[in-house]
């Protein structure tokens, strides 16, 4: 791959051009710990030819998400509105870099979506929808979290959980919900509800929260006393806002902490 030309005695180094035309420099020391195969480094011509050309000879293998349609549907915030790639290739497994065909490439469908609650559009590919819980690993503490949503707010592994539940049963929300005419301590914010879930017309039905130690007692990680305070205050509020409107609201607790025990609650609530 590179012919090499020796610049003096004392410097020990050596020119050298590759053969896709790039010319570099290389150390004796260097030369002598290089494999056998030599080229002018990642971004080298007939390394990326090759690469290419190895990738080629891999089979194409659809992801378990794929025939999965998210089209036209929603997800947290998210509207789906359109595939735009059914041939989106993702991670490429690799069983042996030394043999063609020895790997896979996930085949996933690409789709395009906007947030209904700032705007902001976004690309995600269809295994990014799946609501998933490590129980072990870098991500066990995450709880449940998802790699599809807007960051123009924060989700909890609370919300994503009752997110799932709610999908898995087929009913209708929205998140982070407002009232024009409701806002929190200091007039200054407007209250969001959670989830609301919406009736056969998009109406109302009831209302969600999922209330964690913070709505309960002074948390530092959530503002401590003062935080607390407003918490319980904003609280209040939302309760007899929702009282005045007659829409149910339904306050789960933070020790609702099981799939099993929440999919109880709301179908208490005649929710699912």
């Not at 915030?77 to 790639?85: G, P, Q, R």
């Not at 979506?113 to 066990?140: T, V, W």
């Not at 503490?141 to 592994?157: L, Q």
């Amino acid at each position: 791959m590179i012919k090499l030309y020796k610049i003096g005695s004392l410097t020990k180094k050596y020119q050298f051009q590759c053969r896709c035309g790039k010319i570099g420099y290389l150390d004796e020391a260097t030369l002598l710990r290089r494999k056998r195969w030599l080229d002018c480094g990642e971004k080298c011509g007939l390394k990326q030819d090759r690469e290419r050309k190895r990738i080629a000879s891999y089979p194409r293998e659809k992801d378990e998400s794929y025939d999965i349609d998210f089209s036209n549907t929603t997800h947290e915030s998210l509207e789906v509105l359109e595939c735009i790639d059914e041939n989106y290739e993702g991670k490429i497994l690799v069983q042996d870099k030394r043999k063609n065909g020895a790997g896979t490439v996930k085949v996933f469908k690409l789709y395009k979506c906007r947030c209904y609650l700032c705007g902001k559009e976004h690309k995600f590919k269809s295994s990014d929808f799946e609501i998933k819980i490590r129980k072990y690993g870098p991500r066990a503490k995450d709880g449940y979290h998802c790699d599809a949503y807007c960051d123009c707010h924060n989700i909890s592994s609370f919300q994503w959980r009752t997110i799932k539940i709610l999908r898995e049963n087929n009913v209708a929300y929205r998140v982070e919900v407002e009232f024009q005419d409701l806002y929190g301590v200091g007039q200054k914010n407007l209250l969001r509800y959670d989830f609301a879930v919406l009736d056969s017309d998009n109406s109302i039905k009831c209302l969600i929260e999922c209330q964690g130690e913070q709505h309960y007692k002074p948390v530092d990680e959530f503002g401590g006393v003062s935080q607390y305070e407003s918490q319980v205050e904003n609280d209040k509020l939302k309760r007899v806002y929702a009282e005045s409107q007659n829409i149910p609201l339904f306050e789960i607790k933070y020790t609702c902490n099981t799939y099993e025990k929440e999919i109880k609650i709301l179908n208490n609530a005649g929710i699912i």
